[in-house]
């Protein structure tokens, strides 16, 4: 339940069009909703704008499943990251309307497309390669009420593709750039526009590049003063914030 959706309900109990009991039964399980092997947080949307997302890495395909039907039951959107193809499969079944995009392993079920953001966030990638964080970072990002363009292989190595979308990335109210290799990438974007930029090291590269450690540690290092960083292949992380930036 999102404020919108708590302030409806109290609408309603004012004018009469739900009763006191038929309210307190819908609000039941606020905060949370405890289902023995987890507490579903239904509380986040009230708490931060943007409902819970369930991680799916590591879940069982029953897990993944009751915690999606509690959400479901209360809320119109839910976006499972990191899901099984078994995992994305049963979601599918249960739920026909649910998306599954199997390069980046994210399903959601997107009811409520309003637009919460107030610009546009270009979710970035230097490399094909880079797609599956780069796509995490766009269903998230699209999901929780954005407007956003992909741009995709644009690395340093061959800047003149960069350059020929800089009017795009220029229009952008936040830029997610995600690279591997030395992770150049987001300082060069950095250096470009006047936006945010929130980097995104991928497990991407050769043996030195130590499944994404070195591009961690250049992004960190960069010289462009709007570039901050989250954790390597967090497509997820970056795209929320990017988020609440673009809410702003």
């Given at each position: 339940?999102?404020q919108?959706?708590?302030?409806?309900?109290l609408?309603?109990?004012?004018?009469?069009?739900?009763g006191?009991?038929q309210?307190?039964?819908?609000?039941?399980?606020?905060?949370?909703?405890?289902?023995g092997?987890?507490?579903?947080?239904?509380?986040?949307?009230l708490r931060h704008?943007?409902p819970e997302?369930v991680?799916?890495l590591?879940?069982?395909?029953?897990h993944?499943?009751a915690?999606?039907?509690a959400?479901?039951?209360?809320?119109?959107n839910?976006?499972i990251t990191r899901?099984?193809?078994?995992a994305?499969?049963r979601?599918?079944?249960?739920?026909?309307?649910?998306?599954?995009?199997?390069i980046?392993?994210?399903?959601?079920?997107w009811?409520?497309?309003?637009l919460?953001?107030?610009?546009?966030?270009?979710?970035?990638?230097?490399g094909?390669s880079?797609?599956?964080?780069?796509?995490?970072a766009q269903?998230?990002?699209e999901t929780m009420?954005?407007?956003?363009e992909?741009?995709?292989?644009?690395?340093?190595?061959g800047?003149?593709?960069?350059?020929h979308n800089?009017d795009?990335l220029a229009a952008?109210?936040?830029?997610i750039v995600?690279?591997?290799m030395?992770g150049?990438?987001?300082s060069v974007?950095g250096?470009?526009?006047?936006a945010p930029?929130?980097a995104?090291?991928t497990?991407i590269?050769?043996?030195?590049s130590?499944q994404?450690?070195?591009?961690l540690?250049?992004m960190?290092n960069s010289?462009?003063?709007?570039?901050?960083?989250?954790?390597?292949?967090n497509?997820?992380?970056?795209?929320?914030?990017?988020s609440?930036?673009?809410?702003?």
């Open positions: 339940m999102d919108e959706q708590l302030r409806a309900l609408d309603q109990v004012r004018s009469g069009a739900t006191v009991d309210a307190i039964e819908r609000m039941r399980h606020l905060p949370f909703e405890d289902i092997f987890a507490k579903v947080d239904h509380h986040r949307a704008g943007i997302v991680f799916g590591g879940k069982t395909p029953d993944i499943s915690i999606a039907a959400l479901l039951a209360r809320a119109n839910v976006l899901a099984t193809p078994e994305a499969a979601l599918k079944r249960e739920h026909p309307e649910a998306e599954h995009f199997p980046s392993g994210v399903v959601r079920v009811r409520d497309r309003t919460h953001g107030k610009g546009t966030i270009a979710v970035v990638c230097a094909t880079d797609l599956p964080v780069a796509e995490e269903i998230t990002a009420g954005n407007q956003v992909l741009i995709a292989d644009i690395g340093v190595a800047i003149h593709r960069l350059m800089r795009r952008a109210r936040v830029v995600c690279a591997g030395e150049a990438l987001p974007v250096g470009m526009v006047a930029v929130i995104v090291p497990s590269g050769y043996g030195a130590f994404g450690l070195a591009a540690l250049g960190l010289c462009a003063s709007n570039v901050t960083v989250v954790n390597i292949d497509g997820f992380g970056a795209a929320y914030s990017a609440l930036i673009n809410r702003l």
